[in-house]
């Protein structure tokens, strides 16, 4: 099994444009086969040309939605259900154009600490609402995913991020409510850590859901210099019989000073391309390696 390997366009620049073009052929001189970009928003970037760049660089291509409290499934707000509903239907439109065939994220909405707002409690009735507000909105846009060829793949959050979807099991409950073969789960090992007891476990768990998978350390750092068994998650891939594309995302910076915002995104400071072959070459060895017992 060899599972295609990418990695987010957050690690080179945000937003993506056309002056980045050039890095899609450095991806793939690196060993990586696809580039997992944030859907652009409008004006960014022309979205023909950008399938005619990554054509020519031979890199395939995943998206990864970006929710806001205005476009946000999960919302009291009908308005703003309304919007996450018209952003998912753009989403796979900008997908389709692209040829790229996932797109993943938090798609449910209502995040927490990129918004500003402190969680507070909710109580059944809103939960309730929550969960078929959910669903409601997976299930009405999920043809719309199918005709296109896409899958949204859904991805729990930690409770710092979210308060609707933060464990594997919450996710797996999540897609078997919704049903529907053009929603899977996205799996974010960097989340994981946070949320479930066991990674491989939970991998497990998760079974033929996982759509889309990400492989971060715990402290978004690059592969090998955190805690993850790296085997043993390839392990777990392999036993579920995971054949799909796994991005890397190690976006955090090193800067340990004191009140450093370490949420924040910020643009890499030095040349990463060690560190990135480096960490690309041991997920690879560690998917192998997943294959054996002894």
């Not at 919302?75 to 952003?87: E, H, I, M, V």
């Not at 993943?104 to 309730?128: I, K, M, Q, S, W």
Request: charged share 25%; net charge negative; with cysteine.
């Amino acid at each position: 099994m060899t599972n295609p390997v990418g990695l987010i366009s957050m690690q080179i620049a945000r937003p993506f444009t056309e002056d980045h073009f050039p890095w899609l052929r450095r991806l793939k001189a690196l060993g990586f086969d696809f580039i997992e970009l944030l859907v652009p928003e409008p004006g960014d970037v022309d979205l023909k040309k950008l399938r005619e760049a990554l054509t020519d660089a031979g890199l395939d291509v995943v998206l990864a939605a970006r929710v806001n409290m205005e476009r946000n499934l999960t919302s009291s707000d009908a308005t703003c259900r309304q919007s996450g509903l018209d952003y998912l239907k753009y989403a796979i439109e900008c997908a389709h154009t692209l040829g790229a065939r996932i797109v993943g994220g938090p798609l449910y909405g209502n995040p927490l600490v990129f918004a500003g707002r402190a969680p507070h409690p909710v109580d059944e009735t809103l939960r309730a609402a929550r969960e078929n507000w959910c669903v409601e909105g997976l299930k009405a846009v999920a043809p719309f995913a199918a005709q296109a060829g896409v899958t949204l793949a859904v991805e729990p959050l930690n409770r710092f991020e979210t308060d609707i979807l933060c464990t594997t099991r919450q996710g797996t409950a999540l897609i078997d409510l919704v049903g529907e073969p053009s929603v899977g789960l996205m799996l974010d090992t960097f989340h994981m850590h946070m949320e479930d007891a066991s990674i491989p476990e939970a991998i497990v768990e998760a079974g033929p859901r996982i759509a889309h998978f990400q492989a971060n350390e715990n402290h978004r750092g690059f592969l090998g210099t955190g805690a993850t068994d790296w085997v043993a998650v390839a392990r777990a891939l392999h036993a579920v019989g995971y054949a799909g594309p796994i991005a890397l995302e190690p976006f955090r910076r090193d800067d340990d000073r004191i009140a450093v915002p370490i949420a924040q995104w910020r643009p890499p400071h030095e040349d990463e391309t060690e560190k990135l072959a480096a960490s690309l070459a041991l997920l690879k060895n560690a998917m192998t390696m997943g294959r054996y017992r002894r």
